[in-house]
């Protein structure tokens, strides 16, 4: 998954900061931006973001390149070196423009700090993707003995969305490469996570998944024929039979499952809904 604009967030960064977070360590009218020498810098250990987009590391280096680096790096001191808090892009593409100096402000941050501040600007700036958030936010939860609803409350989201973001890691190891890969994305994922009794089934969907190139909704049909009871292969195959393009495009359209049964004389074609609100959402849209 390619990194993307943050669009949902949109109520600024206070609102990802508790009540108990410092937030002068954010701004302060008399910090002073110094140039660091790029070699005496190196990333945060625990820096949420591990995967960085090599195309976008190129086209801000040029950037730099031009206009040189216009936000100052955040860091801490560490005996004669220093650690990024925030601004490793920066510091990336400033070593790929051929830059000796950067402009950085000095803090001195505990741990935690260090890491949620990395963790807020990164969801604030160049989205985390789903993994590398599960992982930054896994590691907040274990090293620093936060709560899911804690760290839910630091990042501005709802505690189910921590919750299912964090619950990534139970992917088997080969989901997670794919994932992390960008050969599947989270919401095939979440279908995995879906049979995850099963780890042989498992294995079994991701495999159909990147041999037929399943789309979200067809990984989810099978599963959904999984729990219908179709145990054998010919079985699933068969249900599997009723996603088409005609099934995908109308399920599209509906934002349910459809499937097509066809017979000698024709067939028909049944509609899928989970509860009453979903039925009157699907009535309304056909009576549009």
């Not at 943050?6 to 108990?20: A, E, W, Y």
């Not at 939860?141 to 299912?164: C, V």
């Amino acid at each position: 998954m390619s990194a993307k604009k943050t669009g949902g967030l949109g109520r600024g960064i206070d609102s990802l900061i508790s009540t108990n977070f410092d937030r002068s360590i954010l701004t302060d009218e008399n910090e002073r931006v110094q140039k660091l020498f790029i070699k005496d810098i190196s990333p945060l250990k625990n820096q949420p973001r591990t995967l960085f987009d090599t195309n976008a590391l190129n086209e801000l280096a040029a950037s730099i390149k031009q206009y040189g680096v216009l936000q100052p790096l955040i860091v801490s001191k560490d005996g004669n070196s220093f650690t990024i808090i925030a601004g490793e892009r920066r510091w990336r593409a400033a070593q790929i423009a051929g830059l000796e100096k950067v402009p950085a402000i000095v803090r001195g941050q505990k741990q935690q700090e260090k890491l949620e501040i990395a963790l807020i600007e990164n969801v604030q700036r160049v989205d985390l993707s789903p993994l590398e958030t599960a992982v930054a936010v896994e590691k907040l939860h274990q090293d620093f003995n936060l709560t899911y609803n804690d760290i839910a409350k630091r990042l501005g989201k709802a505690s189910t969305t921590i919750n299912n973001t964090v619950r990534l890691l139970q992917l088997p190891k080969e989901a997670l490469l794919a994932l992390q890969e960008n050969k599947i994305t989270e919401g095939h994922a979440r279908a995995i996570l879906s049979v995850k009794d099963s780890p042989k089934n498992q294995l079994e969907l991701l495999k159909n998944i990147l041999s037929k190139h399943w789309s979200v909704r067809q990984a989810e049909q099978y599963v959904i024929s999984l729990k219908q009871g179709a145990k054998t292969s010919t079985q699933l195959d068969k249900k599997m039979a009723s996603t088409t393009p005609e099934t995908i495009k109308l399920g599209n359209k509906l934002k349910t499952n459809v499937s097509i049964k066809r017979t000698a004389r024709g067939g028909r074609v049944e509609i899928h809904f989970k509860n009453d609100d979903q039925l009157k959402e699907l009535l309304d849209n056909l009576n549009k």
